[in-house]
């Protein structure tokens, strides 16, 4: 589906919402329950649509999307422009097959402004643009930096640029085209979707622990591979200054790979850059009033958070349809 194609998607039926800030167990734990609740996984992550960005996205491994059907991984070559418009007609339409095929939609990420595609009846087809604002904002960006244009974008809407990392130009240019247009704002548009129910579960952590966890998942990265993986997609001719290669882990990769900064500062920034990301999803998640939360580190295993999470799922789909949730 092209962007001129996208188009507002219902999605009849209820379906659970797994998220929370990044490094919090989420792919550990859909996992886990997917197979006993009879789900299919739909990602909500900005970074795992792209094809060929693995490492640095966290992608479920092959195996696992084997023994788990995902959706929404791997849909978009990593030189398109993938809105998040497009995402919502492609994931509501996912939503819809699962349902179909009479299995529950487990929508697992951290993008906040994918799960409130998802979750609300928002059309971003509605929101109008400005050419001569936009190409404005892109000249201010190339001499000033996305991280000037971020700030301008949190004196005027902290929660907005709450949800969007200071290296998503493309997000943040938008975010203050829609605002200077006074074209609303999707993210306010609090409408129930229609004859939906929807069970938001989000997963927590001491911010200490947390960050511990950021670090490690790092170094694992780059033990993995993340330099050889932006190395191939710089050799295949993919552009740095892509959408997708400004995602965390990306950009500092490219500037080590231009031998602008070490192996070891490449590192730092990506676990910095991570926790300060990881801190804004909370603040955007902790808008979210339906929200269950649920503190991974409070359990003793793995196995206990999940069993929790399913406990929680036994208890809404008895009222699932009732309007619960």
């Not at 792209?50 to 990593?78: F, N, W």
Request: aromatic share 6%; glycine share 10%.
């Amino acid at each position: 589906m092209t962007e001129q194609e996208t188009r507002f998607i219902e999605a009849k039926g209820p379906f659970v919402v797994l998220t929370g800030p990044t490094a919090s167990g989420k792919t550990e734990l859909s996992l886990r329950i997917a197979d006993r609740i009879g789900a299919e996984i739909v990602s909500a992550d900005a970074i795992q649509v792209y094809r060929h960005l693995d490492i640095g996205s966290a992608k479920p491994t092959m195996e696992e999307r084997q023994a788990v059907r995902h959706h929404m991984i791997d849909v978009a070559d990593p030189d398109e422009d993938y809105s998040v418009a497009r995402y919502q007609a492609n994931a509501r339409e996912c939503i819809k097959g699962i349902l179909c095929r009479e299995k529950t939609p487990l929508v697992v990420g951290g993008t906040g402004l994918y799960v409130h595609a998802l979750t609300y009846d928002v059309d971003f087809t509605r929101v109008r643009g400005n050419e001569a604002y936009r190409r404005e904002l892109h000249r201010l960006a190339e001499t000033k930096g996305s991280a000037h244009l971020h700030g301008l974008l949190c004196e005027r809407d902290a929660a907005r640029a709450a949800a969007i990392h200071e290296n998503d130009t493309k997000r943040i240019i938008r975010a203050l085209e829609i605002l200077e247009t006074g074209g609303g704002r999707p993210y306010d548009f609090r409408k129930p979707l229609c004859g939906v129910d929807v069970l938001m579960l989000g997963l927590t952590m001491d911010r200490a622990k947390l960050y511990a966890r950021i670090d490690r998942r790092v170094d694992a990265m780059i033990e993995a591979g993340l330099v050889s993986e932006v190395e191939g997609l710089l050799k295949d001719g993919y552009s740095p200054e892509l959408t997708s290669l400004q995602g965390l882990g990306y950009k500092e990769v490219v500037d080590y790979l231009r031998e602008v900064i070490t192996l070891e500062e490449a590192a730092a920034r990506i676990k910095r850059g991570t926790r300060r990301f990881a801190k804004r999803q909370m603040t955007w998640f902790k808008r979210e009033g339906r929200m269950r939360w649920l503190d991974v580190a409070a359990y003793g295993s793995l196995e206990e958070a999940a069993q929790s999470i399913m406990d929680c799922i036994v208890k809404w789909r008895s009222g699932a349809g009732r309007g619960g949730g």
